[in-house]
């Protein structure tokens, strides 16, 4: 193929639905130019009309916080006021970029829609993500700053405080969302977490029953449960912890039966499968076909970083439940993904793949 040709091509191969002017703007070409090279690509066999290229694999689509994570790991007893020597890193991060990678090293087609700046901080995320999952729907957004999250570890990896810079989620707009609509539609699994406005999680929550794709929610703290949908009816799963139940349903879970009580209610008021978290306690899953059951965690003997583990879950979790396993059962593939993550230094641990975890879940179970 030509120049021409091939910038086409990768174009369309990124993004099926482009419009010929749409096509001729990013590349900097003529729309007469663009129509005569898309001929020439379908004359050629290259294409094969509008969409002009089909995805082999439908996707899974992650939508919202795409970060750089940066950690501060005290060495000793922190102390407030003073200077206290740390250990710092930084990686990539944001929920559903989390998401996005560990579903796609565990060998699905995934794509991120998210708002992001023009700055370094994008191309520290657009480096480490681009093989992981497909980028060509994010918005790089004029005077905005891409999401930066700073956590403040102590010397047993457990969190002592994070800063979240997220301003820039809030311009993840339902109009953003429709020019994406195309990708929506067609998606194998829409996941969306709670750094987007609430209007975009109600507009999907529409989209995804009149569309009949499965929607899953994962909310990312307390103060955004407010984001929830007015209706809950027709989400296929959300994964939440303790203290998010807790704050939407303003009830405190103390024991078993609290914990189950909160699934119920959320089951009862329309999603299909829902997963409460509790940390070393293990998970309460309730559907409309159980009312409610503890799958345990699993013991880790050293834990290094917390951060990611919550992201892990949810990933081996949905990846389990893609591949045919049940809900409950492929909790178990979340769990193992979880407590190894939870040994890894790494916010997505690098060794991941389909192969791995299914090695690993049948040793867990053995």
Not at 89 to 99: W, Y
Not at 302 to 312: I, P
Not at 352 to 357: E, K, T
């Amino acid at each position: 193929m030509q120049q021409k040709e091939l910038q086409v091509f990768q174009y369309l191969k990124n993004n099926p639905y482009a419009s010929q002017q749409e096509i001729a703007d990013n590349l900097q070409m003529s729309r007469p130019a663009v129509a005569n090279t898309i001929s020439q690509l379908i004359k050629n066999g290259k294409i094969t009309g509008r969409a002009y290229i089909i995805p082999e694999n439908k996707e899974v689509i992650c939508i919202g916080g795409a970060n750089v994570d940066r950690k501060y790991i005290v060495k000793s007893k922190l102390q407030m006021g003073t200077s206290n020597p740390t250990i710092s890193m930084q990686s990539v991060g944001g929920v559903a970029r989390n998401i996005a990678e560990n579903i796609g090293r565990l060998g699905h087609s995934v794509r991120l829609l998210s708002v992001v700046g023009n700055d370094m901080e994008y191309q520290i995320i657009e480096k480490a993500s681009s093989h992981w999952m497909n980028l060509f729907s994010v918005e790089k957004l004029a005077n905005y700053s891409t999401g930066t999250y700073s956590a403040i570890l102590d010397n047993e990896g457990e969190m002592l405080l994070a800063l979240a810079n997220m301003e820039i989620y809030d311009e993840l707009s339902v109009e953003y969302i429709k020019r994406q609509e195309a990708y929506l539609t067609n998606a194998q699994l829409i996941i969306v977490d709670m750094n987007c406005p609430k209007e975009v999680i109600e507009y999907l929550r529409t989209l995804s029953i009149g569309k009949n794709i499965p929607l899953a929610i994962i909310p990312v703290s307390s103060p955004k449960m407010e984001r929830m949908p007015d209706e809950l009816e027709g989400i296929e799963l959300l994964i939440l912890n303790k203290d998010e139940s807790e704050a939407y349903l303003q009830m405190e879970i103390t024991d078993q039966e609290t914990w189950k009580q909160a699934a119920q209610i959320f089951v009862q008021k329309g999603i299909k499968h829902v997963v409460i978290t509790q940390g070393n306690k293990g998970v309460m899953y309730a559907s409309s076909s159980n009312d409610g059951i503890i799958v345990p965690a699993i013991e880790v003997s050293e834990v290094v970083d917390v951060t990611g583990a919550g992201d892990a879950f949810v990933s081996g979790t949905i990846h389990a439940w893609l591949e045919g396993l049940t809900m409950e059962s492929a909790l178990n593939a979340g769990m193992v993904n979880a407590s190894k993550t939870l040994q890894s230094p790494e916010t997505v641990r690098t060794e991941l793949s389909n192969v791995i975890l299914n090695n690993e879940l049948e040793e867990y179970l053995s």
